[in-house]
T-cell receptor, first 114, second 112 residues
């Protein structure tokens, strides 16, 4: 079964607008971490934001915020004030327990339009 | 620079050949993870090493092997290469007590 689901293969957003990238996850663990990574066309994987399962506040990092709804098992990434440089693939990932490997979702390709 | 170094950045080789990909983790990180990213399979976990010992194994083919050396650098060996092995191979590292990964810039392997 898929542990990480990203239902939007591709999305478009107008420059300077906000956009939400969806991510739902499946785990029976109580302790886990949720991550978002950005992969531009150059190929490198860039860490954006982290949310721990016990964190009560939604994580924020600059223009990125994570809308964490634990009961729904969702961890959506919100990018505010989109920029052309935000055009990339975005991966949601989960790490169950301490020391385990990451599981990645299939990714969402975001295109920011001028 | 993420601190995780992968070499080479690009590799083109023929079917049936063997290649070695190298990864130096970020200073202080004991865990090294290898991932394969192909167009049709997404990011697939291959194998994890922790301080020289294999810790977890994912969807790694028998033709592939890896090891982590005493200086903590790791090598991924791919043999009897097939066209379908063409992919971006990432190495990532993490430290004790840390939740996150730091990725290297990847090695793009093209099998022709």
């Amino acid at each position: 079964a898929q542990k990480i689901t990203q239902t939007q293969p591709g999305m478009f957003v107008q420059e300077k607008e906000a956009v939400t990238l969806d991510c739902t996850y499946d785990t029976s663990d109580q302790s886990y971490g949720l991550f978002w990574y950005k992969q531009p066309s150059s190929g490198e994987m860039i860490f954006l934001i982290y949310q721990g399962s016990y964190d009560e506040q939604n994580a924020t990092e600059g223009r990125y915020s994570l809308n964490f709804q634990k009961a729904r098992k969702s961890a959506n990434l919100v990018i505010s004030a989109s920029q052309l440089g935000d055009s990339a693939m975005y991966f949601c990932a989960m790490r169950e327990n301490y020391g385990q490997n990451f599981v990645f979702g299939p990714g969402t390709r975001l295109s920011v339009l001028p | 620079d993420s601190g995780v170094t992968q070499t080479p950045k690009h590799l083109i080789t023929a079917t049936g050949q063997r290649v070695t990909l190298r990864c130096s983790p970020r200073s202080g990180d004991l865990s090294v993870y290898w991932y394969q990213q192909s167009l049709d399979q997404g990011l697939q976990f291959l194998i994890q090493y922790y301080n020289g010992e294999e810790r977890a194994k994912g969807n790694i083919l028998e033709r592939f092997s890896a090891q982590q050396f005493p200086d903590l650098h790791s090598e991924l060996n791919l043999s009897s290469l097939e066209l379908g092995d063409s992919a971006l191979y990432f190495c990532a590292s993490s430290r004790q007590g840390g939740y996150g990964y730091t990725f290297g810039s990847g090695t793009r392997l093209t099998v022709v």
